[in-house]
Every structure is written in C-alpha cells, then in structure tokens.
C-alpha cells in the first residue's frame, strides 16, 4: 500500500463563475497555476455537450499551461472524442451526460452500451490518451471495464456523498469493495464525485484507489481561504488520512 494519493483538481466551477457574466475574469490558467503549487497532481475540466462553463478554448489553452497532468471530463460522443483527438490531453474520463442535469448524475452504462463505450476507448487510446470510465461500484461494471480494455475506472462517490449514517457506510462499502475488485482486474481505480473536506477521509483511506477527482468543494472553500489553501488543505486531509491506514 502506497502513502500516496493523486488529487485531480477538476476547475470547471472556476469557469462557471466566469460564464455567468461572460467576464475574462477568474482566469481560468491562473487557476490552474495556482492549484499546481499548491498541490494539486493533475487538472481536470469537463467539456460539456452545452458549454455551460468550459469552452473549447479553456482545454486547447490548458494543454499548453498544465505542467501535471490534464485530463479531460466529457461525453463518449463523436464531437468529444474528435475535440480529445485535436487536444490531446492525458487522460479522458468518459461520463454519461444529459442536458438538464446539474451535474453528472451516475455512472456510465458500460453493460447496455459496451460497444460504443469500446469504440471510443479504443479511439482515444489510440490518439494516445489514457481512458478512464466513470461508473457505480459494481462488480458486473467493473469486469466489463476490463474486457473492453480500459485502464482506469473512476468510481461515482456521488451516493455515498448524498447519504447519511449507515446507509453511507453500506456505499462506503460498496465503493471498498469495487475498488478491491477493480485493482484484482488489473484497472487502476479513482474516485470522484461530490466529495468535501468532511466526506473525503474514508475514500482517500481506500488502499486500492490511485486519485480523487475534486471540484465543487474546493472552488467552494476557496472562497474563504483563496485556492492555493483549499487545494493543500483537501490534499492535507486526503494524506492524513491515507497515512493513517498504513
Ligand atoms: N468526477 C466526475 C466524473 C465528475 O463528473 C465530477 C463533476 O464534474 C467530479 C468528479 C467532481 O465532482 P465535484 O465537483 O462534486 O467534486
């Protein structure tokens, strides 16, 4: 078991502040700068079907600023994965998308739609992009991953976030066990979603789980403290708490 544990800063709410006066302010790669010294191992942005807070431009120009790694939240459509193609990022997390949510609601439907969730990690992968499918902790999701060839799964936290007493720890356990399946499989296993400065110490304590995506919250704090401190404040805790399992 390593001490280590990667925090993907996901800014996209950076943007939505931006877009909901169509400012050139916050800048975006500021944010990205700054989130890199304080801490963070990679910068994600999820470029949405409707633009409603990253744009084009946002991933083009982050490919040129982020010094860690980016990695690109989107739809498995044919206008995401050509846009992936033509950026380039590290890593694409496939998630499922529907124009009226207020965020991403579950994970993808690797079972019903296994063939066009292959074709596309086999189309990123071979621009050379290291595919990640956002799915739920099931055992059934979590082989058919495998069998497609897609090396990374992130686990939807966003249940467990939602829930309360035992009923968190019945997901929490949930979520233990896919990762402990998921790592036997030979994937690497993230998890993200809906994850705060109180939730996230029992995810971070998940032997098996390689990096947590992290957004809302940390945009949230930073608020208060200034990013540059909510970032090194959640990795802090995701440290802690990793530290203490080993
Ligand atoms: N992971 C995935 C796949 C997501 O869709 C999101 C939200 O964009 C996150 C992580 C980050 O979630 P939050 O903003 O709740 O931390």
Known sequence: ??????????????????QARGTRYPDLMEAVRVAEAHGADGITLHLREDRRHVQDEDVFAARRVVTTTLNMEMAATEEMIYAAEAVGPDFCCLVPERREELTTEGGLDVVGQRSRIAEAVARLSAAGIRVSLFVEPEPRV????AEIGAPMVELHTGAYANLEG???ERELTRIRDAARLGAELG?????????????VGAVAAI????????????????????????????KDRMLGARRAMV
Request: net charge negative; proline share 0%.
């Open 187 to 199: 994937l690497q296993v993230n998890a993200g979603h809906g994850l705060h400065y109180d939730n």
């Open 1 to 18: 078991m390593t001490e280590h544990i990667r925090l993907g800063v996901n800014l996209d709410h950076v943007a939505t502040i931006r």
């Open 207 to 234: 032997a098996q789980i390689v990096e947590l995506n992290i957004g809302h919250a940390i945009v949230a704090r930073a608020l208060f403290v200034g990013l540059g401190e909510a970032v090194r404040e959640m």
């Open 166 to 168: 035992e009923a968190a």
């Open 142 to 145: 979590l082989e058919v991953c």
